[in-house]
């Protein structure tokens, strides 16, 4: 019997992508994350700014805040977060105070991303992976889009 | 009788200077910060990293989330925010979200102000105010540091 990898970053960012749609279905824009401590998600968050009237409400945040809370730590430097789509600065910023250790992304955002930014902003330490998922990703961003134009 | 000017940058940023030094009595870094709406205060916050166990809960962004509960909006557009060092880029990323009108701070941050990123992170609409009680302001980050060191 062949020994299945369940726990790749793929399956981690299905998991995110379904907060995602769990934003999606309520009119916000759909962004997903979690965030996973030895192969345990310990928070689950989606884009939550409309429902909260809160602009800083994003995925990232919110799962962030939700995981220091479960571990009883300011640090998630033994953890991944998993998100659909490339962190704005702010988030980047928040994933610097809480030394991630590991970033996965899966959509690139190419007019609110942290990448725009030409200094450093995540922790040195932080490992990044891109592009996971991506298409999924961005499909559902641009479905969003298209039915706010439409 | 002279008139009085009391609603001054310098009255405000003393009442975020109150909300620094709530936080110095309760031993996290002593940063402190109000939002204001047509000279009235409409949020104070403290630091409260170590209280929440949140490394994301700094003044700016409790005040932020607590002046847009206040409003019922997700923008800021007609509010200054004082506090008492300069943001950092977690924050500034926040007010851009934000879209806030005015900021004011005390002391500059010269190791994780926003100031030492290379690119904007503000909105291009935020009024910037800088070292207004900014002896005060770094006073009171000194001696918290000093008293970690002693």
Redesign the interface.
Known sequence: MAIVEVFTDEYFMREALKEAQKALAIGEVPVGAVVVANNRIIARAHNQ??KL????AHAE?LA??AA??FL????LTECTLYVTLEP???????L???QLSKLVFGASDVQRGYG????P?LHSKTEIVRGVKEEESRTLINTFFKSIRD
Chains 1, 2 share one sequence.
Request: proline fraction near 0%; charged fraction near 15%.
């Open positions: 700014t409309e009237t809160d602009a800083t945040m962030v805040t220091a809370n009883g730590s300011k640090y704005c600065v702010m988030c980047a910023g928040a610097h105070w809480v725009l930014i030409k200094s902003i």
